[in-house]
């Protein structure tokens, strides 16, 4: 695997966790404001609020996808 490729994989990883961590940072901020204004949530959606949450999914499906062509370029690419 070139060095670039590498580095690039290093980068993405990277910047996938630092906003990972981000977002759970402000969901924590948000959640600690409340509001007069929101409404109830279900109770499904309170029993497991980090799978309904589409952010997390992306970040999830999205860390997924470059780990996958992370291994899919170093078993392709000839040393």
Do not use: C
């Not at 910047?15 to 109830?40: E, H, N």
Request: proline residues 3%; hydrophobic residues 50%.
């Amino acid at each position: 695997m070139s060095n670039l490729t590498m580095g690039l994989g290093v980068l993405a990883i990277l910047i996938l966790i630092t906003s990972l961590f981000y977002t759970i940072r402000v969901g924590k901020v948000a959640s600690d404001r409340k509001s007069k204004m929101d409404s109830q949530l279900s109770e499904k959606v309170q029993a497991h609020p980090y799978i309904r949450n589409p952010v997390f999914l992306a970040y999830l499906i999205a860390g997924l996808a470059a780990l996958a062509y992370i291994f899919y370029l170093a078993y392709t690419i000839s040393w």
